[in-house]
């Protein structure tokens, strides 16, 4: 990927931006409140950012996944979990949605992939669930249009907290806004 430099969407208008950060901060919250497991989420967003090929969210969000006690091997073949054999039937039913939502030119949310998720979730953890998988596709998008760039981390920095959250994206470092 070049490095040349990229119109940066947040930097732009950052009034935008704000926005977009602050709804992630309320959709972390709604997602929370309405029995979206934390970690659960952070699949869903790792999902997503592999699909776009957004590195920047997937270093955030397989430090957040790290740091709530996801396991090296769960990540790492995360990208095969149909085969993988390792996640639970509810874990499947939201990379399935995750998949068909950010994919979704390739024929739309199917009426299989919708029923398996309500069958595990109830309306309002479908609903949450729904909207942590949109904003991440908006981040995704901001960030790999803007071509946010991950530079290797210095070895004092390489265990410390990520300046970006899905809790407060408006916080970005200063080199580049985060998604």
């Excluded at 390792?86 to 030119?105: D, K």
């Excluded at 991950?150 to 916080?171: C, I, K, Q, R, Y």
Aim: one cysteine or more; proline letters at 6%; hydrophobic letters at 45%.
């Amino acid at each position: 990927m070049t490095k040349a430099a990229r119109v940066h969407l947040s930097k732009t208008f950052p009034s935008v931006y704000e926005k977009l950060a602050a709804l992630s901060t309320e959709v972390g919250q709604v997602a929370r409140d309405n029995g979206i497991e934390p970690l659960l989420s952070e699949l869903v967003q790792m999902r997503a950012s592999q699909i776009t090929g957004c590195a920047y969210c997937l270093r955030v969000h397989t430090k957040k996944a790290l740091a709530l006690g996801e396991t090296a091997e769960r990540l790492t073949v995360l990208p095969a979990w149909r085969e993988a054999g390792l996640y639970s039937e509810r874990e499947r039913a939201a990379l399935a949605l995750c998949e068909a939502m950010t994919l979704i030119s390739d024929g739309h949310v199917s009426d299989e992939v919708y029923e398996a998720a309500r069958a595990v979730f109830s309306e309002k953890e479908f609903a949450a669930l729904s909207w942590v998988i949109v904003s991440i596709n908006a981040f995704n998008r901001v960030a790999v249009t803007s071509r946010y760039l991950v530079d290797p981390l210095p070895a004092e920095s390489a265990g410390a907290a990520h300046p970006d959250s899905p809790d407060n994206h408006a916080e970005a470092p200063a080199t580049q806004p985060a998604p």
